[in-house]
């Protein structure tokens, strides 16, 4: 088994994509890391084991030879903006409020 490290705002889902080519396989990834779970952040600072056969060979590839890390976990700032600033008062209208 190979390890790799986390990049930043990566989550076990981002992983699963990156490494097996869907996130159907994120239970195979927690089976192989019992320190991790489903619901906490990873850690930078964390290697993950990784080794099996990718699910989606194809996906693997795209994200490889183009050197994409997918990264969708929210951030500390982004956390904060959506618990505080969300709803209609903070919509601009044809901005992120869009009338058809």
Known sequence: ????????????????????????????LLEDNDQFNITEDISVY????????AFKKDIVEY???????????LTEEEE?????????DYMIIEDDFIIY
Do not use: C, H, W
Not at 46 to 53: C, F, M, P, V
Not at 80 to 88: A, E, R, V
């Open 80 to 88: 904060f903006l959506l618990d505080n600033f969300s709803g209609i």
């Open 63 to 73: 994200y490889n030879s183009r050197n994409l890390k997918p990264a969708t976990a």
């Open 1 to 28: 088994m190979e390890t790799i490290k986390p990049q930043e705002n990566q989550n076990i889902f981002d992983l699963s994509l990156q490494e097996y080519g869907s996130i159907e396989k994120v239970f195979d």
């Open 46 to 53: 964390q290697d993950l084991k990784i080794g099996r056969e």
